[in-house]
């Protein structure tokens, strides 16, 4: 079955800098509609980023200017790099992959703290 397989999770301080990674396989990934989502803590999941196999890309408010998504379509591969984080970008970071399916990651925790 499809499998979305997130890393690059961890502890960071204010202002630091993590990248996220998100490996697909049994998809057709240029299929795909690619996206990063968080769950703050006790609070709904919400779209961080997406982006098309065409590299048109998309931003919540709240990341623009901070987070940049890409994709690799050759590996199969979308990243998260996210710069200046804040402590409100702690999170279950969640990779998302929609065609006429869904699927979703097992989720890798961010966390920003000093």
């Known amino acids: 079955q499809v499998q979305l397989v997130e890393s690059g999770g961890g502890s960071v301080q204010p202002g630091g800098s993590l990248r996220l990674s998100c490996e697909a396989s049994r998809i057709t990934f240029t299929r795909y509609i690619m996206a990063w989502y968080r769950q703050p803590p006790g609070k709904q999941r919400e779209l961080v980023a997406g982006i098309t196999s065409g590299g048109a890309t998309n931003y919540a408010d709240s990341v623009r200017g901070r987070f940049t998504i890409s994709r690799d379509n050759a590996k199969n591969q979308v990243y998260l790099q996210m710069n200046s984080l804040k402590f409100e970008d702690t999170a279950v970071y969640y990779c998302?992959?929609?065609?006429?399916?869904?699927?979703w990651g097992q989720g890798t925790q961010v966390t920003v703290s000093s």
């Open positions: 998302n992959a929609r065609d006429y399916s869904v699927y």
